[in-house]
């Protein structure tokens, strides 16, 4: 199933998309958040979409992102082999882990806002795991994998200023307003036949700036899982990013980095496309 959420800001219903079309879930179900996916939403879903009516929601309707706001945005650096080459470090040997505001998480085609005082805007495009239950310490695998509900195509943006020159870890320039756009659709894995042979993209406008595939990660989705609950309570409906490949604007030479009215577009391979346009804060003075 592919869910999505439609609707303006802050007031986003639950929905679906079959065969190129969405529909409202609303009736049914509050939203795709904790208490859904934790009291086992995803069955309940299979069965209404197979014996219900549900209505069609407009084309014009906004596309928000297709998780409610999650407890945690976990993400995972340098988990690809080409992105590591090309900043010279060494691959690691276990995940690297740092947090994201849980408050960046937007749209798919919401319009990125220029934080106040930045410089440096970089783009990453990242497969998505979203948690399907509470999880913590898990021993295998593939409790890992029955943990997961599915996958998502999200846009780690990052302020390479704020993340490498303003000391301490890397939380504020990846914090910023907007910073984690998720979407078009939260792809449940069993549509998914290998999550380590997907193709993924970013252009900006008509560049290619990143063109890789998920077999070139360095941990697995379900590594990851099984690692990071290690340390600490995953809950259902979390978000963990787990790593950009080749091709972000740091790792250039010299680096480029986003200008005022340019495009991102986005796309993992059955997972969707996501397009974002770079606008002045309204609190830019």
Request: aromatic fraction near 10%.
């Amino acid at each position: 199933m592919k869910l999505l959420r439609h609707g303006n800001r802050g007031k986003e219903k639950p929905g679906i998309e079959f065969e190129g079309i969405r529909f409202d879930c609303s009736k049914f179900f509050k939203d795709w958040d904790n208490e859904f996916f934790e009291n086992n939403g995803l069955k309940e879903l299979e069965r209404i979409v197979n014996s219900e009516t549900l209505n069609q929601v407009r084309d014009t309707e906004r596309w928000g992102a297709p998780i409610a706001r999650p407890g945690m945005v976990m993400c995972v650096g340098l988990n690809y082999k080409d992105h590591a080459a090309e900043s010279g470090l060494e691959l690691p040997t276990e995940p690297i882990l740092f947090m994201k505001a849980s408050n960046t998480v937007s749209g798919p085609f919401d319009p990125i806002y220029i934080p106040v005082g930045a410089e440096k805007i970089d783009w990453e495009v990242e497969l998505g795991i979203v948690i399907g239950k509470n999880i913590y310490n898990l021993e295998s695998e593939e409790e890992a994998e029955e943990a997961i509900a599915g996958y998502t195509v999200v846009n780690d943006l990052s302020e390479r200023k704020f993340q490498l020159e303003s000391g301490g870890q890397w939380a504020k320039g990846k914090s910023c307003p907007g910073f984690c756009p998720v979407g078009p659709y939260l792809v449940t894995k069993d549509e998914i036949e290998d999550v380590l042979s997907l193709n993924m993209t970013l252009s900006i406008g008509e560049e290619v700036m990143q063109n890789s595939n998920t077999s070139k990660m360095v941990f697995s989705p379900a590594y990851l899982v099984k690692y990071i609950s290690q340390f600490m309570t995953l809950e259902a409906g979390d978000l963990i990013n787990t790593g950009t490949p080749a091709g972000v604007g740091l790792g250039l030479n010299p680096p480029r980095y986003l200008q005022k009215g340019e495009t991102m577009s986005l796309e993992i391979e059955h997972l969707g496309k996501q397009e974002q346009y770079l606008r002045e804060s309204p609190f830019q003075k």
